[in-house]
């Protein structure tokens, strides 16, 4: 199984700041790389695909970036409504996550 | 509006059985492919099972093959996950998720998801 590696797995900034989140897969995975956000009690919401793709309908300030095994997702400027854990996929091999991170506002 | 509903979630004991079902509408269905995913309390997610849309392809976690079964009714445009030998660790909340586009495992639109409970 290829393992992902995310990190933090939590953080506080404040509204405004500039928020970035790493993955990092076992082995080589091109771009098959999603992210996700997860807000309490909610279902998985799918904001970034194949590694640098912007879901439809997703605010800009969200973006990811990164090929092989190296991954990063960034939120440009950190909005109340973007507090929640932010999840990593991998689709190589049959599909596995990250351990999330979880976003709080300082 | 697609839409995914799950049910069939409760309480069972170690080594029971459970029938979760996800009904879709709002697109093809018959067009998709299917998948479980579960996350138990306070942990992160992990995917369980995925279908193709004509059930021709059909994979399963290791660690819930052999136990479990997922299955579709395209007529009736319902996803299924038969769970069979229940352990404590089997304790989560399922999501069925739709695939956004075939050869791909990227999760599109998920259900709201239904609580499954394994303890004596």
């Known amino acids: 199984d290829i393992q992902m590696t995310q990190s933090p797995s939590s953080l506080s900034a404040s509204v405004g700041d500039r928020v970035t989140i790493t993955c990092q897969a076992s082995?080589?995975?091109?771009?098959?790389l999603n992210w996700y956000q997860q807000k309490p009690g909610k279902a998985p919401k799918l904001l970034i695909y194949?590694?640098?793709n912007l879901e439809t309908g997703v605010p800009s300030r969200f973006s990811g970036s990164g090929s092989g095994t190296d991954f990063t997702f960034t939120i440009s400027s950190l909005q109340p409504e973007d507090i929640a854990t932010y999840y990593c996929?991998?689709?190589?091999?049959?599909?596995?996550f990250g351990g999330g991170t979880k976003v709080e506002i300082k | 509006e697609v839409q995914l509903v799950e049910s069939g979630g409760g309480l069972v004991k170690p080594g029971g059985s459970l029938r979760l079902s996800c009904a879709a509408s709002?697109?093809?269905?018959?067009?998709?492919?299917m998948n479980w995913v579960r996350q138990a309390p306070g942990k992160g997610l992990e995917w369980v099972s995925s279908?193709?849309?004509?059930?021709?392809?059909?994979y399963y976690a290791d660690s819930v093959k052999g136990r479990f079964t997922i299955s579709r009714d395209n007529a009736k445009n319902s996803l299924y996950l038969q769970m069979n030998s229940l352990r404590a660790e089997d304790t989560a909340v399922y999501y069925c998720?739709?695939?956004?586009?075939?050869?791909?495992?990227?999760?599109?639109?998920w259900g709201q998801g239904t609580l499954v409970t394994v303890s004596s």
């Open positions: 996929q991998q689709y190589d091999n049959l599909p596995t």
């Open positions: 709002g697109f093809t269905f018959s067009s998709y492919s």
């Open positions: 998720a739709r695939i956004a586009v075939a050869g791909t495992y990227y999760f599109d639109y």
């Open positions: 082995q080589d995975i091109s771009n098959y």
């Open positions: 279908i193709s849309s004509s059930s021709s392809y059909i």
């Open positions: 194949d590694a640098s």
